[in-house]
């Protein structure tokens, strides 16, 4: 085996590692994750992305290692963004604060298998039609456009693809059991709530990644690169969305700086067919003044959100901005926002 084989064996192996730690040992028992929890594992996830960039530096040189700090920190971008969906539909389903890791868990185990397929995909496609990459270009200046109307988000569950598909075979309940995805109801084997969040969840993340994934080939078409970048901005997104679940809604302009990295991005891709590079240390200083000034502004001219969320949270909740205190009616398991007595006990497939 190369060089490259053993690198994608070790990568591998410390990714299911830290995975089997995390749910084998640490959170082998359902429970909210506290503030203090949630900024030590976040710390630790930027820390390990930067050592890993320090070995890239090392072993695979400056370009190497500047791709993938510059992919890195837009993955990393985008997956805030992405949090305030992933609250959204914790809000909208009431999701209780100790269900809430095992759901982002598994939603980022079955992210790295999408993500890595859909990496290989679009890899094997440049290398096969090269012309494919200013498609992706293209498709990222119309997506930066686009989220420069900053559209009000809407979740409904009953008009998704993916809840549609799943309760077509699979009956599920209206209530959580725990932690359990499947219950027995009358014999029968049954999705129960927290399954349904968690497909929603999963659906999410495919949509994401089909902007996320053009992005991170218009900074390099090195696999190993992208999936690297990738993974340790998905790994780190758990531990950020406890970090920020209750001020995320607080960077209004973030959507603004996406929108910016993202037509940059897109057009540096155009720009190639015509003879002009842009080095990727001028990507890099970009995309980093772009994102920091757009988190700044967020703080310096904060304006009130439109979209109201509520979400439970731990009771030792300690967040950064005096004005945002946990609610005190919160409930560790408060009931489903579908509940109704008048409802039937199962969504979709057989109600018998």
Known sequence: MNSTTWLWIGFSLFILFMLSLDL?????KAHAIKYREAVTWSAVWVTLAMLFASLVFLYQGKQRGLEFLTGYLIELSLSVDNLFVFLLIFSYFKVPARFQHRVLFWGVLGALFMRLTMIFVGAALINQFEWIIYIFGAFLVYTGIKMFKQEELDIQPEDNPAVKFVTRFIPITRHYEEQKFFTRQNGKLTGTLLLLVLVIVEFTDLVFAVDSIPAIFA?????????TSNVFAILGL???????????????YLKMGL???LTFIGSKMLVAAVGVHIPIWVSLAVV????????AASLIWPKECETGIEVDLPEDFDSPFEDDEPDPAATDDPEPASTEESKPETIGADRR
Request: glycine share 8%.
């Open 24 to 28: 084998g040992l640490l959170n082998r």
């Open 219 to 227: 900074i390099t078409t090195n696999t190993f690169i992208v999936y």
């Open 288 to 295: 980093g003044v772009v994102l920091t000034s757009s988190v």
């Open 238 to 252: 758990r531990s950020m969305y406890f970090l920020l679940a209750g001020v995320v809604e607080k960077f209004q």
């Open 259 to 261: 929108a910016i990295v």
